[in-house]
């Protein structure tokens, strides 16, 4: 098998000198600002080792990677009762759709797509001020990856609530079905914040690592979720996580991910490491383009597939 030390920096330097980047997202305002051609990558393998290549360092907005974080926390505070309000079926659509609300009746398909991550940040705010909630969350992001330094990024939430109109859209329509318990503004101010949580690749595969650990986070020995919960989040994360390019991404990557339009990938190869890429310009379906090619690369040069052992 290829040593990753020799293979993470070769990749880096490979997509560092791709031309066909993709586009950054420009319907959030502040993500137009972004360099499209920052690279980074970091794998956390579960026997401790953190190997980094590229901007690795580097913060940037983690957008639609916090909904794994915040399915997580709805999962451990309200359970299986979750499923009522939210489905787990890859939609077949982009992420920001509204088409399917009406025939289902306000359950959005999956907790990956906004009105899905929406739901679930209802069920966080429960009993709470949106302040707690997104403390909240941001306190679980930082334990998960033992990190008090990371952040959220208050321009990108102001950015995109300025701008949020199809966002608005969902919360409201699901809220004239009875299936969010919050004002709309007040779901959606949570949301935006933590779409806007800056992180590095170094600390995002850092706080995944308890999914590639049954649970379990190797480095602090702390236990996140069970096995058995860790397991269905995965297998979330490789139906839906990359919205309407979860079956390619299966097909190419063939482990589970989850996207966000600030241009990273989280990738988990169960038993063995958690993986985090960032390359901020988009494929057409709203996932990272360099980010997806190298992750394909990877998982091919370390024989890394969920479908074989
Ligand atoms: N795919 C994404 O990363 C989308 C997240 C973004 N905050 C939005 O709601 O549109």
Same mark, same amino acid.
């Given at each position: 098998m290829a040593e990753l030390e020799e293979v993470l920096p070769a990749l880096a330097e490979e997509m560092a000198a791709r031309t066909d980047r993709g586009e950054v997202a420009d319907y959030i305002p502040? !993500?137009?600002?972004i360099d499209p051609d920052r690279f980074g990558i970091a794998v956390a393998l579960n026997d401790g080792r953190v190997i980094t290549a590229g901007d690795a360092d580097e #913060?940037? %907005?983690i957008q639609s990677i916090s909904k794994m974080f915040t399915l997580t926390l709805a999962l451990g505070k309200v359970g299986d009762a979750l499923w009522r309000r939210v489905g787990r079926e890859p939609s077949g659509n982009p992420? $920001? %759709?509204i088409v399917q609300l009406e025939h289902e009746l306000g359950i959005p398909r999956n907790p990956f797509i906004n009105a899905g991550a929406i739901v679930v940040t209802d069920v966080l705010l429960a009993g709470h001020q949106p302040r707690e909630a !997104? /403390?909240? +969350? *941001?306190?679980? +992001?930082?334990? *998960?990856a033992d990190d008090d330094g990371i952040a959220i990024d208050r321009e990108v939430a102001a950015s995109e609530r300025a701008t949020g109109y199809r966002n608005f859209a969902l919360a409201n329509y699901m809220r #004239?079905? /009875?299936?969010?318990?919050h004002e709309p503004e007040l779901a959606l101010g949570v949301y935006f914040h933590h779409c806007a949580i800056a992180? %590095?690749?170094?600390? !995002? #595969? *850092?706080?995944?690592?308890?999914?590639a650990h049954e649970g379990r986070n190797p480095a602090t020995g702390h236990s996140v979720v069970s096995a058995e919960r860790a397991r269905r989040i995965l297998a979330l994360m490789l139906t839906c996580g990359h919205y309407d390019g979860s079956g390619d991404f299966a097909f190419r990557v063939g482990i589970p991910g989850k996207s966000g339009v600030g241009g990273g990938i989280i990738g988990i190869v169960p038993g063995v490491a958690s993986i985090a890429v960032w390359s901020p310009g988009l494929n057409e379906n709203g996932n990272s383009r360099l /980010? %997806? +090619?190298? *992750?394909?690369?990877?998982?091919? #040069?370390? $024989?890394?597939?969920v479908f074989a052992p």
């Open positions: 502040q !993500l137009r600002k #913060a940037f %907005s992420f $920001n %759709s !997104l /403390g909240e +969350i *941001l306190r679980f +992001i930082q334990f *998960l #004239a079905f /009875g299936n969010l318990q992180m %590095s690749c170094r600390q !995002l #595969a *850092l706080s995944a690592q308890f999914l /980010g %997806s +090619i190298a *992750l394909e690369k990877l998982t091919k #040069a370390m $024989n890394w597939s």
